[in-house]
């Protein structure tokens, strides 16, 4: 039984060392690992092996500046993530950044800590262009698409105008799985962000095809990701995002991802930034959801 419990500290004494030492264990291997996505609007690939998107380059940018702190060469290792998988990987220290699409709640908070927020994402409803479907109550007896691990079906059910609302879900394995239920027609409506919806569309063969549609469902914020209870990679982090914002670099990342040609198709997404974007960006803070659904 001694031997049972001395094993058992030292698992837990190595867990909370390497959850408060991720510096060093970056400066140590000389590598970090970034969470990234294959289909979201902040983070998705163009194969190859190559992740691009607004969240890649703050991401990047903060790497930028750990190599200048740590004062080392640090290599960028690309782990693939969803929605299922991405806080897992979090906690367990197989991602050192996830740089997808994450929104900061309360419930999340208690297993992973997030950055300053640096997108502030706008729930909604995608549908085909020719459905009619133009608000949450049109969607009874229909079939709903959203993706494993998100909380957009939850948050449509939740919402005041969908009392009495009778949908069916289906789910998709990552947002171009979802995606692709609507593009198919076994969806009549895909909920999530606004941003993985426009940029789906926007990516899509037929982009006049598709239209977003009906109320807000929801107010998120969305941050970078990271182990919890390390403050000082927090503090690292958010001095190199809160250094962006102050110097307008993340207007123009904003800008270059949302309001210009985006690879592969060189397509707009046309989303300009919203004014709780910009608020965000004034104010940093690391807010949950909850604080900005507040009535």
Not at 12 to 36: E, N
Not at 136 to 151: E, F, S, Y
Not at 199 to 218: C, M, Q, Y
């Amino acid at each position: 039984m001694k031997k049972v419990l001395l094993v058992a500290a030292l698992i837990a004494g190595t867990t909370a060392v390497h959850a408060q030492d991720t510096l060093k264990k970056i400066k140590d291997s000389g590598a970090i690992t970034m969470g990234v996505r294959e289909s979201s609007g902040l983070s998705y690939t163009i194969g190859d092996g190559k992740y691009v998107g607004y969240h890649i380059d703050v991401c990047e940018h903060v790497i930028a500046d750990l190599r200048k702190q740590l004062g080392g060469k640090i290599e960028v290792k690309y782990q693939p993530v969803t929605s299922a998988n991405r806080i897992p990987l979090t906690v367990n220290g197989t991602v050192d950044l996830e740089c997808g699409s994450t929104t900061n709640n309360a419930a999340r908070q208690k297993d992973v800590a997030f950055a300053v927020t640096t997108y502030v994402e706008e729930v909604r409803i995608a549908v085909k262009a020719n459905s009619g479907i133009t608000s949450i109550n049109q969607l009874n007896g229909k079939t709903v698409a959203t993706t494993t691990g998100t909380t957009s079906v939850q948050t449509l059910r939740k919402h005041e105008r969908a009392t009495g609302v009778d949908f069916k879900e289906v789910f998709g394995k990552d947002h171009a799985d979802s995606f692709l239920l609507l593009d198919s027609g076994r969806a009549d409506a895909f909920v999530m962000d606004g941003s993985i919806l426009a940029k789906n569309i926007a990516t899509s063969k037929n982009p006049a095809d598709f239209k977003i549609v009906g109320e807000v469902l929801s107010v998120e914020p969305i941050a970078i990701m990271m182990r919890k209870d390390d403050p000082a990679f927090k503090k690292a982090v958010d001095d190199s995002i809160k250094g962006m914002m102050k110097s307008g670099e993340l207007a123009k990342l904003y800008d270059k991802w949302f309001m210009q040609p985006i690879p592969p198709t060189n397509t707009k997404i046309g989303l300009p930034v919203s004014a709780a974007t910009k608020e965000a960006w004034a104010n940093p803070n690391d807010k949950p959801m909850e604080d900005y659904n507040k009535k």
